[in-house]
Nanobody, 125 residues
Framework: VQLQASGGGVAQAGGSLRLSCAASGRTFSSGAMGWFRQAPGKEREFVAAITWYGGDTFYADSMMGRATISRDYNQYKVILQMNSLKPEDTALYYC???????????????????WGQGTLVTVSS
């Protein structure tokens, strides 16, 4: 599976950005897709995830109420809409795909089998 993330850029605090992740190379009917981010000098952290079949969504506490994750089942695409952006949201954002079922939490990076190249989000104050 190849993952292509796009939509990053520069936004002012309070603004919005829409990230997109397109999957190709293999079809899958179960599993999940997620977004993680990594700021300079910090570890990669969970942002949001969505189950592929049921569309159940999960968010980091820091993004609750400010982000919406959705998926286009037929086009194998996941969208992360982020609103009310803060300077601390500045990071490289990665999309990831986890194929099939797993007991590992969707919030854990180890749940995912494939990773995109990352798209940079910069929020200015």
């Amino acid at each position: 599976v190849q993952l292509q993330a796009s939509g990053g850029g520069v936004a002012q605090a309070g603004g919005s950005l829409r990230l997109s992740c397109a999957a190709s190379g293999r079809t899958f009917s179960s599993g999940a897709m997620g977004w993680f981010r990594q700021a300079p000098g910090k570890e990669r952290e969970f942002v949001a995830a969505i189950t592929w079949y049921g569309g159940d969504t999960f968010y980091a506490d820091s993004m609750m109420g400010r982000a919406t994750i959705s998926r286009d089942y037929n086009q194998y695409k996941v969208i992360l809409q982020m609103n009310s952006l803060k300077p601390e949201d500045t990071a490289l954002y990665y999309c990831a795909a986890g194929i099939g079922s797993s007991r590992t939490s969707l919030r854990a990076a180890t749940r995912y089998d494939y990773w995109g190249q990352g798209t940079l989000v910069t929020v200015s104050s």
